[in-house]
C-alpha cells in the first residue's frame, strides 16, 4: 500500500512536526497549562532544534480558535513588531471574520480598526529612493492590540524575540503588564515569545513585578526515546521497513557511548597518575 504522505511531510528536521508530531506529556501538559491560565504571559525557550515551535505549535490547535506570529529578526523593532501583528488581524476586522461564534464583531472595534488602516495610509512617507515607510499611528498601543486580539480569542507569538536588539526589547517588556491587565476583559489574549537561550530572561527582560505574571517553560532536548519514536511512527507513515536502519543507528549510539566512557575514563586516570607523580 502507498503512502499518502511524502518524506518530507513525515520527517521535518527544519520544519515544524505535523503529521509526525511526537507528544512529550510533561511539557505538553505544563504548556497547555500556562495557555489556559488567563493573564499569564508566556516566554518557551530552549536550545535551537529542541522543538520549541513545534510544540507550540501542535499545543496551541488545541487550545486556541487562532493566533498570530510575528518573526525577528536583529532589524525588528518594537514598532514593526506591532504593526506586524496588526496587519495580521485585517481578514478579522476588515472581513467581517470572528473567531468567536457566539459574539458578533463590535461596531466600536471595527470602527477603530479601520481608522488605525486610514492613519497608517496617511502615515505613508516616501524618501529619496521612492520606498514607503510606514510611521506607527499613535493610536496604535499595545493595549489596543491586546484588544483586537481578546476580542477574537486570539494569542500573539512572537519567534525568535531573543534576536532583537536589547534597546527594542525593553518597550515590549514593559508591555507584558498590559496584556495582562487586558485579560481582565479578554481571558484568552496572551503574548508567547520565544527564544534559542539558556534562560527565560535572556529571551524578555521583564520587570521584577512581573514574576508571578509571567509562565517560564523550558523545552529541552529530546530524549533518546522520543527520537526513537518519530523514526518509527515514520516508517509506520512511509509503509517502509526501516527496522535495519534503526538497529545500525542505535548500535553506533552504542559505540560513540562506549567510545566517549573509554576516553573520559582514560582522561581521568591521567589526571589521577599527574597528580601522584607531582605529589610524590
Known sequence: MQSSYGVYEVFTPTTQAQVNFVPRKAIDDQLVDAL????????????????????????????????????????TTYESLLLDAFDQLDPYYLQGTTTQKSRNIS???????LNFK???AAGLSEGSSQAETRVLPPQLTAQ????FLGFQGMCWVIEDFHKMLPSEKVPFSQSLKIFCDVSANYPDVKTISIGATETARQVVEYDPEMRNRVSKLLVPLMTHDELSEIIINGQDLLNIDMTRLINLLFAIQRVFQVCAT???STHVLRR?????????
Open 107 to 113: 461596531p466600536a472595534l471595527t470602527a477603530g480598526f
Open 262 to 264: 573509554n576516553l573520559l
Open 144 to 147: 489596543r492590540l491586546a484588544e
Open 36 to 75: 489556559r491560565t488567563p493573564g499569564k504571559q508566556l516566554i518557551v525557550y530552549g536550545e535551537s532544534g529542541s522543538g520549541k515551535s513545534t510544540l507550540l505549535l501542535n499545543m496551541l490547535w488545541q487550545t486556541y480558535p487562532a493566533h498570530i506570529t510575528t518573526r525577528c529578526s536583529t532589524a
Open 118 to 120: 486610514a492613519s497608517l
Open 272 to 280: 589521577h597518575r599527574r597528580h601522584s607523580e607531582e605529589g610524590a
